[in-house]
């Protein structure tokens, strides 16, 4: 492998390491947002060959390190670029499901509730007291890909409504998008 290495002019090495690295971080991004997401299968797929792509780029790195030290300095800024790079492919990819929940004046939860309800939502509405007024506290399960779409359609009702977005693990039984 050593003379391989030599044979390829250094800036189409560190190029080749560089590219390489961030590909290796992405997938190793994705990897753990699937394996906190109950998808091991895919997780651990992705992690043999992200391994395989590791120990071949380690080793690359590593040989003649201290004659060309500017190895590391690439790899480790494409280190930090794949992590940016894989959380934005993690992002586009919309991995899995949260729970919204909104807050908004009672006036407004019923129409809301109908509105979610027809964009195919599994809603759930209580009852609830607010500081100076009764409220609705509407809960949903929604895919991540969902989410945009979802505040919108809160928000056109209540301009002022609390809304949080939590993650939640595969979820079962229910209505709708939940697993069986």
Known sequence: MGELLNSIHPIVLYLLIFFVKIIE??????????????EKLKGATIGF????I??????????????????????????????????????KLAIGTVKIEAIVKKIHGKDLTKALRQTGLAVTAIDAYGRDDRKEIIYMHVPRRSVKKTLTIIKSFQKDVVITVNDIRPIYGGYGILRR
């Open 25 to 38: 971080v992405a997938m190793a991004t994705v990897r753990i947002v699937l394996i906190t997401k109950g």
């Open 54 to 91: 590791w120990v071949v780029l380690a080793a690359t790195v590593l040989t003649d390190i201290t004659s060309d030290p500017f190895k590391v300095v690439v790899y480790a800024l494409a280190f930090a670029i794949g992590n940016f790079v894989g959380s934005s492919i993690e992002n």
């Open 49 to 52: 060959f992200e391994v395989c």
